[in-house]
């Protein structure tokens, strides 16, 4: 039987949620509300054994941030392929068809959290962060530092803009959060609000609002009781300090926090004990889907270099190749340059690219691990200064 990739519409509702639900167990109830692919900025894809849906795949439209740039992502999401069709290959015309359509609508780069990173790897994705939740005693946040000046208040509609730009101040000088901003963010303020129990913004003397916490309080009190911290980011130590200790004013009756987080989280550095256990851990994975698009994007100013470098073995053919990357101005810009000696230049895996793009590992990790080699081993250094130099972050699962 021929397999046929194609785009999944209305026809496909109930095939499609019925291979979600084999797999991811959702929906857990049958909702009141029609089955509907329609989502702004989601794209479905299926393959199809004959008339029968045999795997489908969603693509949706973000932007994250590497280099203090907002870069066009691919993000991938219900991947699944029914029982009786695993281990036949169908990932791969699914993977061809959707970052095909992704690269033509201009995303640079795919993303997604694996079940398995196995099933990703030999598409370019790698690990590259992890989505956690940890757990604190709330009595430790309690013993933060009092902040100086900063007060905190109930969130209304009308802080909403506000929120959104300490967000984006934070995001922006990371690798890896999502924008939360374009078509895929589309809930409005009340809704944004009504999210979760509460949203608590911390605010400067001058009004201005320096950062906030979205919680759930949960059920109970006492021993068993948790706290839901699902975001908490700040633009300054004090309101930082400021909304720990209104998270950690629970104490007497939610003995448990869980905060929402990634990386080395700055709210951490304000947290007197070692407490931070993670319960939880998504990793996240990424994919060059555009070289050179990806590869056009603000460095740090003082470095002037001409570097070449090879890509191999990316499941995206086109990839493949050798490219010259010019540092200068603050800048890096890529092009294809077919010249390149695959056999004495820097060589990347599809991966290592990947790894090196977000900054996730250094040269000298990339050559042990296989993903690197040749080149000269003296420019490790400046690949790293290109690259390097910013955390990690994700704070948004899909
Ligand atoms: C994961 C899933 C989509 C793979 O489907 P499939 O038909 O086996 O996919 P393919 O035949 O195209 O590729 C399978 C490859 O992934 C690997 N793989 C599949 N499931 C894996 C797992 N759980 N752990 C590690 N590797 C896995 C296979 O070993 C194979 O790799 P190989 O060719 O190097 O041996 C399918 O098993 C499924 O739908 N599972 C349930 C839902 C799920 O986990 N979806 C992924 C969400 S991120």
């Known amino acids: 039987m021929t397999m046929t990739v194609r785009a999944l519409g209305a026809d496909d509702v109930d095939a499609t949620v019925r291979l979600w639900q084999e797999a991811f167990g959702f929906p857990t109830m049958p909702s009141a509300e029609p089955a509907s692919l329609e989502s702004p900025g989601s794209h479905h ?53 959707v970052l095909a359509g992704a690269k033509e609508r201009g ?137 720990l200790r209104t998270v950690g004013s629970f104490a007497t009756v939610t003995h448990l926090t869980t905060i929402k987080t990634s990386g080395p989280d700055l ?20 994919k060059i889907v555009d070289v050179c698009g990806a590869l056009d994007r603000p460095c740090a100013p003082g470095l002037s270099a001409h570097l070449d470098f090879a890509v191999v073995d990316d499941f995206m053919a086109e990839n493949n190749g050798g490219y010259l990357l010019e540092v200068a101005d603050g800048r890096t810009q890529c092009r294809a340059e077919p010249a390149v000696d695959t056999a004495t230049s820097r060589v990347f895996t599809s991966r290592g690219l990947a790894l090196m793009y977000a900054g996730a590992q250094s040269s000298a990790n990339l050559r042990m691990a296989g993903h690197l080699c040749g080149g000269d081993p003296a420019q490790d250094a400046l690949w790293d200064a290109v690259f390097g130099g910013r955390q990690l972050h994700i704070r948004n699962h899909f």
Not at 197 to 219: E, I, M, N
């Open 45 to 97: 894809y299926g393959v199809f054994d004959g008339p029968v849906l045999a795997a489908v795949m969603t693509e949706r439209e973000f932007d994250s941030y590497y280099g203090g740039v907002a870069v066009p992502t691919s993000g991938i999401a219900g991947v699944t392929v029914s029982a009786e069709h695993r281990s036949r290959g169908l990932l791969s015309p699914l993977f061809h068809a």
């Open 107 to 243: 995303a640079t780069i795919s993303t997604l959290f694996p079940s398995a990173p196995r099933i990703y790897r030999r598409f370019g994705y790698d690990l590259v962060a992890d989505f956690l939740t940890v757990r604190v005693p709330t009595q430790v946040l309690a013993q933060v530092a009092a902040p100086a000046g900063v007060l905190v208040r109930r969130a209304e509609s009308a802080d909403i803009e506000a929120i959104r730009a300490v967000y984006d101040a934070w995001a922006r000088e990371q690798n890896g959060p999502l924008s939360r901003r374009g078509v895929s963010f589309d809930s409005t303020a009340t809704q944004l609000l009504d999210a979760v129990d509460a949203v608590t913004v911390a605010v400067d003397p001058d009004g201005t609002v320096s950062g906030f916490v979205r919680w759930k309080r949960g059920q109970g009190f006492g021993e068993e009781a948790v706290l839901q911290v699902i975001d908490l980011l700040a633009t300054s130590a004090d309101a930082y300090r400021a909304l």
């Open 267 to 286: 709210a951490r550095f304000f947290i007197p004990s070692i407490h931070w256990s993670v319960v939880d851990a998504l990793p996240y994975m990424l």
